[in-house]
């Protein structure tokens, strides 16, 4: 896509957010090896709401919209209701059951499928989900859309003239520096920003916005890169964790436990470990 | 460059032969969880009775190949530019693409580390091929397609890739290395790498290097004490940093104490954690969920104090205490100060020991 050096309309943002279930050990369907997610409440993706801030914090600095883009069962409506009360401009779901099942590969493509047809400077998106935890969303995007891409940023200013973002990120020795023009894919840390919480008139005018659901058909592009069938990976087989040994199990008075867990820590002579230098 | 190529048919597939290792090095040094994956990756090729190839990336590091053969590596691949030396997402996916391509490895495994982790899923979707995050095991089935373990909820799952190369990556310390044998003989194959400076968008302008935390790092620690939401608050959980300083212990939690903020991210152990495997490690108030258990389970003693009979914790426990942790620990913290004082055998605390930040 060609660019304007100068934008008069400030930043296009896109934050891709998720909606997650709320407690952590969700059962699963025993058929089809997926989380049952059906019944069990669901919150935003707190790393996603850390990315919504970001968006909506930069607009605020530098003008521009924000369009929060969701791909999930209708009911994840709600996740797109939560990002329009913190103050999204735009809310879009991709809803389909031919999205069905797909792992991250799937899901980035649906995304760039969605993202391919909207003008863009900056796409962020959760470190993390945490009912799956893998990051990987972010640089596959990143990579499918051919952007660059700065992972668990801890600040980003934008520099409107030349067109490019300066962002601190974590890196595994300390805190990198870096710049990137745009477009640029960016994912959050919690030390980016502090989430506002929607005012309860903003969360109930949210509920009047209008969002917009995207079917396959609609979506449009490789079908056959979408949901279960288009995922490269897939559960085989689910099995218990294996149990250790347990040697013993003490219960009833606290000295007396206390007492033979000692004896047999020094036995193995394992109490006066000390931390490796 | 080569172009995006998807894996066709069988054949196709099974022309795609061997185990390959990412080595990550950083300022001449490899990373642990590289000779760790090495250590897995031989007896997954051991199994498809294919090559273990390590695969180092940098800028003079060629005298890292002679560790990388005693810990396994039947071959290395190894690539040196300037523009390698300090990692680059955008470089560093591209010259291994450009290997892949060239190639055709069966499994590529790489290191969790916070570069492993933007690199690996982004080289994912350039080979358009599937990728499964944080595994803590690996097996290969009677068609010799990898069996990718992680937890799944309360289960354990097996994944397995449909395209080729299958790409996995790993935590430092999910798996062990090998003992280095120092006579094993390997090719080094030196690849010429064309890389010029405008491949890389991000620019690094400063990087500033952050010392350790108070904490202490989990991942090196002979002791552990973990804490669980069974603490309560974060006042509370001052009793776990006392019983860690009386062992000269490193303090750990679960996600929920994370959560919370009961200690910082770094301290944390399972699945999205650290992977430990310390000498001793004390769950205190942990319920033992897989996700926990999958990145303390390797320890070589594990104590748990709980006060629910039924917690899995226990499952999993060489010694086990049911009750209240609020009167176990002091009674605990007394018999070890007792033991101590009668001075036997005890080492000093060593000088690195984290400090108690109350
Ligand atoms: C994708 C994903 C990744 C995850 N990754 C991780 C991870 O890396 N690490 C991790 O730890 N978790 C992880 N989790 C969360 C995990 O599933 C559990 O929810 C979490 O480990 C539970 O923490 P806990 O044991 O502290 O709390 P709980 O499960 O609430 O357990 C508290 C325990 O304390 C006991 N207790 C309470 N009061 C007392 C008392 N007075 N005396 C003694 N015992 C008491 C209770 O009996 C209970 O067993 C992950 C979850 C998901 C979905």
Redesign the pocket.
Known sequence: MERKKVSSQGLKIIVCIKQV?A????RIDPVTNTLIREGVPSILNPWDVIGVEEGIRLRERYGGEVTVITMGPLQAKEAVIGALAMGADRGIILSDLTFAGADTIATAHTLLAQIKKMWYDIIICGKLS????TGHLGPHLAELLDIPQICYVKKVDVDMIERKVIAQKEADDGIEVVEAPLPVLITTTNSLNEPRLPTLREAVNARRKKIEVVTASELGGDLSKYGLKGSPTFVDKLFRPPARRPEMLLQGDPKEAVEILVQALLNRNIVNVRSRE | MVSKTEIGGAEESASYKGVWVFAEQKDGNLRGVGLELLGVGRRLADRLGEELVAVLLGCGIEELAKDLVAYGADKIILAEHELLGRYTTETYMNVLAELVYKYKPSVLLMGGTLNGRELAPRLAARLSTGITADCTDFDIDKDGHLLQIK?F?KLMAKIKCRTKPQMATAKPNAFKRLKPDWSRKATVIREEVKVSPNETRTRVIEVVKTTNSIYGNVEEADAIVA??????SKENFKLIHDLADLLGATVA??????DRGWLPASQ??????KMVTPRLYIA?????????T??MQKSEVIVA????VK?P?FQIATYGIV??????LPIFMDRLKKEYQEGVDIEQPSEQKPSNPY
Do not use: M, W
């Not at chain 2, 804490?227 to 309560?232: K, P």
């Open positions: 279930p407690v952590p050990d969700v945490i009912d799956s935890e | 937890p909820s804490g669980g939401r069974g603490l309560g939690g679960t996600r929920s104490v994370v944390q152990v399972g699945q999205s954690g205190v108030g942990i319920s033992g969920a897989t996700y926990h999958v990145g104090i709980n006060k629910d917690a914790i009750g209240d942790l609020f009167e176990i």
